[in-house]
């Protein structure tokens, strides 16, 4: 991995064990292709929600805010009408259902394995995005993942979305483990990074799987930057027992 970015606070996170891993799922665990920014451009469609910027600047908006809530988005797209986000959030969940249903679903390649090997491992793994409940549940339901983890969780099931970091620290408290040092966070975009530092995780890693560029999520913080997930196993923190 001679293309992996190691910074000190990397090396650092080595001193304590990881006993929790709180992965994203568009574009880190799950394929994206495109998909969220479809359902984005359909939700737009049908709702008006873009105000006050051309589309061009809202397409570029949507992009840096990848793996942000998607309420959040809509509120800054709409101007600040909390309404008219709220249709639109509902939309952009029925235009990506429809996408899932046209075209289906797909893990990361390796991803379904290496989680199981993990919690094989004694270690639990957590799910996070800023999807809705609905939307998080339909992909686990179409992936067959809703064992496969320990833990799912939505921006509304704790609070905030990314890049706040209470989606991290949700997980962290319902798994149990001891400190935020165990645990490590890797995402594939900007948001994601800075959650798990703002966190305080151990471990930050960017994937270049989905969103973001390698300059972005180093920029962001990132200890390590992976070209997928499968990657994890070559890390110091988890190549050893």
């Not at 979305?161 to 001891?178: E, F, H, I, K, Y």
């Not at 994937?207 to 990657?231: F, I, K, M, P, Q």
Request: glycine fraction near 10%; include cysteine; charged fraction near 20%.
């Amino acid at each position: 991995m001679n293309d992996t970015l190691i910074t000190d606070s990397g090396a650092q996170a080595l001193a304590t064990p990881i006993e929790l891993v709180v992965f994203d799922m568009a574009g880190t665990t799950v394929q994206d292709d495109g998909v969220v920014e479809l359902a984005f451009e359909r939700a737009a469609e049908r709702t008006g929600v873009v105000v006050n910027m051309s589309w061009d600047e809202a397409l570029t908006y949507v992009r840096d805010t990848m793996g942000q809530s998607k309420i959040d988005v809509f509120s800054h797209l709409s101007g600040g009408d909390l309404a008219l986000a709220k249709r639109a959030t509902q939309s952009f969940e029925e235009a990506y259902a429809e996408i899932v249903r046209e075209s289906g679903v797909a893990a990361i390649d390796g991803t379904a394995e290496l989680i199981t090997e993990l919690r094989d491992r004694g270690l639990s793994v957590a799910l996070t995005t800023g999807f809705a409940p609905v939307t998080r549940d339909a992909i686990l339901d179409a992936l067959g993942w809703r064992e496969l983890v320990d833990i799912a969780l939505s921006p509304v099931d704790v609070g905030r979305g990314r890049p706040a970091p209470d989606l991290v620290l949700s997980a962290l408290m319902r798994s149990g483990a001891s400190c935020v040092q165990a645990v490590a966070v890797l995402g594939d975009t900007e948001s994601d990074v800075r959650s798990g530092r703002r966190a305080g995780a151990g471990l930050v890693a960017g994937v270049l799987s989905g969103a973001h560029d390698r300059a972005t999520l180093e920029a962001a913080g990132a200890d390590y930057v992976l070209n997928s997930v499968v990657e994890l196993r070559g890390l110091p923190a988890f190549s050893a027992g």
